[in-house]
């Protein structure tokens, strides 16, 4: 009795011992998740942006594979099940909903509190209005081999359009995936073509992630260029071959060049621009859901030192920032550049919000900064204006001019859904409405 008692224990005990290590690591996954899940609440983010996932509970047996198919880390296990813990990391590409092995994910517009605006569009991607199009993001759809899909097939129905006059045949607003996807292929159609963008760089909104952020997941096929079978790419590995392929394709893009307004003319459109006017028979908007990056409309903003978001904090080693804005993005931008050798930093914004809208964790990092003097806080303030070399605040009253050798304003941007409008295109907002497959 008592061997056959020790041979059960012996056995007994590994298991045991393995069922101790996996309680605990799962209830300390689980801790961190729900402390990051408080977090975001707290923040008064607790809703996604955009396109994301929603997990049926019922359905969903916590393997984690959705959570380690995830590069943003916005998803978590809390409580056994998968949940969306940083909603506003999600950038909708469905790499979690591929992964999961119980189809519990669905990839949804919108939820049931907020909204989100998506035009009406034909199979061809063709709007109500004859001759306008729309691909990619603004469309509702951030997935890049999606958007470079639409592209291509809007092109191919422009090209079946082509105009009999001297107006070009398109006009491509956007240079991001399904932009630059829509310029190879009017170039194989040859059609007479111009492309925008607002940016000074390729990309669209990936050109704003962070640096080495996982950028593409699944392969994708271009015209011209074929299938480009990498699965996962990162945002300067992406960007420096969209970089090669245009040139190699003598694709022109004009940089830094925005579109301000779509006019009706008799035979097509007159696209308005910040550098240009062009005649077109069709206009094919390829452009994200940031929208244009909104402007503080002072003296000297138009200089090259300013500009709407942190691409790289490396670049302002050794000089004189001063970051606009009260959100999460300005005071993340604040500490990153704080943190990089010889930076000096200030934040300026209208009210006391830097001290209450960001996340806790940036909130506690931003007042320890403040405190050992490597940031410098001016609420209630306001830019007057934009020197060569230095910048003028308005604060309680007061006049504040410092030396300033760059300036990052986070002041959200303006929306195209107005413009849409505007032209005539017809848009429905979708309240947690799934995504097709």
């Known amino acids: 009795m008592s061997q056959s008692y020790l041979t059960m224990l012996l056995y007994l005990l590994p298991v045991v011992f393995a069922l101790t290590l996996y309680y605990r690591r799962h209830n300390k996954r689980d801790i961190h998740y729900r402390a990051r899940l408080a977090e975001t609440v ?48 999600c ?11 119980v189809e519990a994910i669905q990839l949804v517009f919108g939820t049931e509190k907020r909204g989100i605006d998506i035009p009406q569009v034909k199979p061809t991607f063709e709007t109500n209005v004859s001759g306008i199009y729309i691909a990619g993001e603004l469309g509702g759809m951030g997935l890049i081999r999606k958007g470079v899909d639409q592209g291509k097939r809007a092109i191919e129905t422009i090209g079946k359009h082509k105009s009999k006059g001297g107006e070009l045949d398109v006009v491509i607003v956007g240079a991001g995936p399904a932009g630059i996807s829509a310029s190879l292929a009017a170039k194989e159609s040859g059609l007479r073509f111009v492309t925008v963008e607002q940016e000074d760089s ?15 997941t699944a ?24 970089g090669k392929i245009t040139r190699e394709n003598n694709i022109k893009i004009n940089f830094s060049e925005r579109m301000d307004a779509i006019t009706k003319t008799a035979n097509g459109f007159l696209v ?15 452009i994200g859901r940031r929208g244009t990056p909104r402007k503080l409309g002072v ?35 604040a500490l990153s550049i704080a943190a990089e050798r ?19 964790k940036n909130r506690q990092q931003l007042k320890q900064c403040v405190e050992k003097n490597r940031i410098t806080v001016y609420v209630n303030a306001n830019v ?37 409008k505007e032209i005539g295109v017809m848009v429905d907002t979708y309240y947690g409405t799934a995504v097709a497959k």
């Open 202 to 216: 390729l990309g669209g909104a990936i050109f704003h992630y962070p640096r080495r952020k996982l950028a593409m």
């Open 219 to 242: 392969p994708m096929t271009l015209p011209i260029v074929g299938k480009f079978n990498k699965c996962e790419i990162s945002k300067e590995e992406l960007l420096d071959f969209w």
């Open 342 to 360: 010889g930076a000096t930093v200030t934040i300026s914004c209208r009210g006391d919000e830097i001290f209450t809208r960001p996340k806790a």
């Open 42 to 89: 707290e923040a008064s983010i607790p809703e996604p942006l955009s396109l994301h996932p929603v997990i049926d509970t019922n359905k969903c047996i916590g393997s984690s594979a959705c959570v380690k198919a995830c590069p943003e880390h916005a998803l978590g296990i809390v409580r056994g099940k998968a949940t969306l813990v940083q909603p506003d990391h």
């Open 299 to 333: 003296p000297g903003e138009e200089q090259p030192k300013v500009v709407y978001s942190l691409i790289d904090a490396e670049q302002y080693r050794g000089q004189h920032v001063l970051v606009v804005g009260g959100g999460d993005s300005a005071a993340e931008a």
């Open 272 to 286: 308005k621009t910040s550098k240009n006017s062009y005649k077109t028979k069709n206009v094919l908007l390829a």
């Open 91 to 101: 950038i909708g590409h469905g790499a979690c909903q591929a992964a999961c092995p």
């Open 384 to 420: 007057k204006e934009i020197g060569t070399d230095t910048v003028t605040l308005i604060c309680e009253g007061k006049e504040i001019e410092m030396k300033n050798d760059a300036m990052i304003v986070c002041a959200g941007g303006t929306l195209p859904t107005p413009m849409l």
